[in-house]
């Protein structure tokens, strides 16, 4: 699966970003889709998924603030993170799952400025 994401840039704290990332399946055909994002010098975490089913889960930090979604239509996922803080100022990838295998995206950067 090939992963095409896109929408990172630099927003001031409070301010809003959208995601995107456009599978080379079919939604329906992958397991889940879902961003995790890495800030430098720190592991790779999971910041939101969606299953093939529209089942969502969100990290904790991110709750109330980002929203996952889909688009059938255009076969891309979504992120929309709103009230973003510069804790979030990370390289955000887009993530499947498919058949247990994983792949990325290339990553985009989101920078929060203060």
């Known amino acids: 699966v090939q992963l095409q994401a896109s929408g990172g840039g630099l927003v001031q704290t409070g301010g809003s970003l959208r995601l995107s990332c456009a599978p080379s399946?079919?939604?329906?055909?992958?397991?889940?889709v879902g961003w995790y994002r890495q800030a430098p010098g720190k592991q790779r975490d999971l910041v939101a998924t969606i299953s093939s089913s529209g089942i969502t889960n969100y990290a904790d930090s991110v709750k109330g603030r980002f929203t996952i979604s889909r688009d059938i239509t255009k076969n891309t996922v979504y992120l929309q993170m709103n009230s973003l803080k510069p804790e979030d100022t990370a390289v955000y990838y887009c993530?499947?799952?498919?058949?247990?295998?994983?792949?990325w995206g290339q990553g985009t950067q989101v920078t929060v400025s203060s």
């Open positions: 399946d079919r939604i329906f055909n992958i397991n889940t």
């Open positions: 993530n499947a799952v498919r058949s247990k295998q994983n792949y």
